[in-house]
Nanobody, 124 residues
Framework: QVQLVESGGGLVQPGGSLRLSCAAS??????????LGWYRQAPGKQRELVAY???????NYADSVKGRFTISRDNAKNTVYLQMNSLKPEDTAVYYC????????????????WGQGTQVTVSS
């Protein structure tokens, strides 16, 4: 069974930080071709890729979050993290964890496996 559960969202002021966690099924971490990505979706907007990490450890970020967000993984805990610093109101969205083939995640595909999402609100 493939399962993803996000946590760590909340309300934070601009300039603040949050760390999101995605607890994944063991099977996801056992497939080398799989990658894990963080997507976000604001009300009325399309879901967009913000960062991903492959099983080889390579990472990539959307230009809008580069230098502020850091994606990492802990294979022992079957968990992927998104450290979010210097948060802006524009970062407000529901954040989703996604597992998919690396070739698809890198282009922001909306297929694969999804968690239920966690709300991040950045407001003064």
């Amino acid at each position: 069974q493939v399962q993803l559960v996000e946590s760590g969202g909340g309300l934070v002021q601009p300039g603040g930080s949050l760390r999101l966690s995605c607890a994944a099924s063991r099977s996801i971490f056992s497939i080398d071709a799989m990658a894990l990505g963080w997507y976000r979706q604001a009300p009325g907007k399309q879901r967009e890729l913000v960062a991903y990490i492959t099983n080889s450890g390579s990472t990539n970020y959307a230009d809008s979050v580069k230098g502020r967000f850091t994606i990492s993984r802990d294979n022992a805990k079957n968990t992927v993290y998104l450290q979010m610093n210097s948060l802006k109101p524009e970062d407000t969205a529901v954040y989703y964890c996604n597992a998919n083939l690396g070739s698809l995640v890198r282009v922001g595909a909306l297929s694969g496996y999804w968690g239920q999402g966690t709300q991040v609100t950045v407001s003064s």
